[in-house]
């Protein structure tokens, strides 16, 4: 009696074994869901209550760890599942999925990681570098250097983003320092330091400003160089990240989004005069009037006959 109640416990304690889930399909989606939670909390922090990016830095590590242990178990549980028959098919896929969406998103910037170069700071005067002073305060240590890479980087920008050359203009540079300044407030970049250039031009003027991306609000620095004289004026910019070796393309972007900006805002202050409308409405109206005045000389003459 004894020996058939112990096999009746042994087969309730297989059966209920083999109801149970798999250890690896249940810990995996937990970890998974985990993981992916933590790096959006890590992003939200940084882009809106602005915390640390090395903080932000490890927060993600953490998370892509995470999510690879957890892909990892998800694997070993479909396997499991698979030869043994347990339970928990529904938690290993939900794991195993849930851990590549977590993956995907940076996968996705891999095309452009290969198509543009590992730079992080550009310039339109490869020469000469816009520099950083107020700038240089905001970096501390784990930071990018202050100074342009230098040759290497300035070859490697030449090739991809050939487009990027100094903005001239007819203007007087104080002008232009001061549309300058505006499209800067149109973009919303934090302002860190502002010098006009100099009475003589004998100095040029500097605007040192923050922009941040996007999604990730990653912290960019632009140094705007505006020289000349009172007639003709040169401007530069320069966008270099704070953090990172391959920025991605976004100091580039910047770059041109300025340019844009700034020519929109010239346009804006064409006078009335030189707009090309005005001129051809001015031409047609002057075409006009000798042929009414031909026709009131007809009426005057017909009158006298």
């Known amino acids: 009696m004894s020996s058939l109640v112990l096999?009746?416990?042994?087969?309730?304690?297989?059966?209920v074994a083999e109801q149970r889930p798999a250890f690896c399909a249940i810990w995996s989606f937990r970890l998974a869901l985990f993981s992916g939670a933590l790096a959006i909390a890590g992003i939200a922090l940084h882009r809106f209550l602005s915390i640390s990016t090395p903080i932000l830095l490890n927060t993600l590590k953490v998370a892509f760890a995470g999510g690879a242990i957890?892909?990892?178990?998800?694997?070993?549980a479909i396997v499991q599942i698979w030869f043994t028959g347990k339970l928990g098919a529904a938690s290993a896929f939900g794991g195993l999925l849930t851990s590549l969406a977590l993956f995907a998103w940076p996968a996705a910037y891999i095309p452009t990681a290969n198509s543009l170069p590992p730079i992080n700071d550009v310039t339109t005067d490869l020469q000469a570098p816009p520099p950083m002073t107020a700038l240089a305060l905001l970096r501390g240590?784990?930071?990018?250097?202050?100074?342009?890479?230098?040759?290497?980087?300035?070859?490697?920008?030449?090739?991809a983003y050939p487009d990027l050359q100094p903005f001239l203009l007819k203007r007087s540079a104080s002008e232009a320092f001061e549309i300058v300044a505006d499209v800067v407030r149109r973009l919303k970049y934090q302002?860190?330091?502002?010098?006009?250039p100099g009475e003589d031009f004998d100095q040029p003027g500097y605007i040192e400003a923050v922009d941040r991306t996007l999604i990730m609000g990653f912290y960019d620095d632009v140094v705007i160089r505006v020289m000349g004289d009172s007639e003709n004026a040169q401007i530069d910019v320069r966008s270099a990240s704070r953090y990172g070796r391959h920025d991605m393309g976004r100091n580039a972007a910047r770059i041109r989004t300025f340019f844009q900006e700034l020519r929109t805002a010239l346009m804006s202050t064409v006078p009335a005069e030189a707009n090309p409308r005005n001129v051809r409405n001015k031409r047609q109206s002057t075409k006009g009037s000798p042929k009414q005045q031909r026709g009131g000389d007809r009426e005057r003459a017909g009158r006298r006959n």
């Open 70 to 76: 957890a892909l990892l178990m998800a694997i070993i």
């Open 7 to 15: 096999s009746w416990h042994t087969i309730h304690r297989m059966i």
């Open 141 to 159: 240590p784990g930071t990018n250097p202050v100074e342009h890479p230098g040759e290497t980087f300035a070859e490697m920008q030449a090739v």
């Open 191 to 196: 302002v860190v330091a502002e010098t006009p």
